[in-house]
């Protein structure tokens, strides 16, 4: 949990900083509104989530912690993992090799990967040797085609 939440309005469309001590993360105004609502939405707590005229608001903020610490809970008591994260376009797709041409036009290509946790998210994974890889980006995606060979 950081240690301290500041809010900057005016950096890309505001956000809310997280000092976590030793480093800093960002996490956008439109973020939390659209993430806290799918949580509240899967945890079957729609009273739970933030209205958009709380948007960039500490209340914002502490509605989509207490759904995010939710879905910790329940995770820890049954196993259960959202889907909030996952790339749709994606899913049932991991350990296959894709090409994309993301929502800028530009094209990758890629293996479908998952991260561990009770909020994953698809995963960049850049060859079958690769260790890890980064959190997709670029969605909503104009094109996904399964392709052969490797990285």
């Known amino acids: 949990m950081p240690t301290k939440i500041t809010l900057n309005p005016g950096y890309a469309g505001g956000v809310y ?6 480093f800093y993360t960002c996490l956008g105004f439109d973020v939390v509104l659209k993430k806290a609502g ?5 945890l079957n707590s729609p009273e739970n989530s ?25 995770n820890i008591s049954t196993g259960w993992r959202s889907r909030v994260d996952l790339t749709a376009d994606l899913i049932g797709l991991e350990g296959k ?9 530009d094209r990758r290509r890629f293996i ?3 991260s561990t946790g009770w909020i994953p998210c698809h995963l960049e994974i850049k060859s ?5 890889g980064e ?12 392709v052969g060979g490797t990285a």
């Not at 079958?128 to 890890?132: D, F, V, Y």
């Open 97 to 105: 090799r894709v090409e994309v041409i993301d929502c800028y036009g």
């Open 17 to 22: 900083v997280l000092d976590h001590g030793e």
């Open 50 to 74: 933030p209205v958009p005229n709380e948007r960039g608001t500490m209340a914002a903020y502490r509605k989509y912690a207490a759904l995010v610490d939710k879905a910790r809970q329940k």
């Open 112 to 114: 479908v990967g998952r």
């Open 128 to 132: 079958r040797s690769s260790s890890g």
């Open 38 to 42: 799918a949580l509240a939405t899967e």
């Open 135 to 146: 959190a997709v980006w670029g969605t909503p995606f104009r094109s996904v085609r399964i």
